[in-house]
Nanobody, 122 residues
């Protein structure tokens, strides 16, 4: 099954930038899109952005539009989230999710990375 490795998190001051990466061990016919979510302490996980692997179409949460940009390098099976003009309310654990193939059962399922922490201070 697909393995995901997220990286790029860290601590920055308000107004700073970070670039997150989500590297997948494989893309299969189950990999339609790659989605970034985030979860702040005490809050539910929320959608941030996604991109369709085949077309590059993108979507963003209203809270990050104009500040975050999602992109992909299909040769590396990697999706990036460029985060600019960061605000303290962007502080959260960021996770990526992809559709992956369970080679044993032949079925598709959703797979999550381990998360990468983003902390924005005032």
């Amino acid at each position: 099954q697909v393995q995901l490795v997220e990286s790029g998190g860290g601590s920055v001051q308000s107004g700073g930038s970070l670039r997150l990466s989500c590297a997948a061990s494989e893309y299969t016919y189950c990999t339609i899109s790659v989605t970034w979510y985030r979860q702040a302490p005490g809050k539910e996980r929320e959608f941030v952005s996604d991109t369709v692997v085949s077309s590059g179409d993108t979507n963003y949460a209203d809270s990050v539009k104009g500040r975050f940009t999602i992109s992909q390098d299909k040769d590396k099976n990697t999706v990036y989230l460029q985060m600019n003009s960061l605000k303290p309310e962007d502080t959260a654990m960021y996770y990526c999710k992809v559709g992956g193939l369970d080679w044993g059962s032949g079925t598709c399922g959703n797979y999550w990375g381990q998360g990468t922490q983003v902390t924005v201070s005032t």
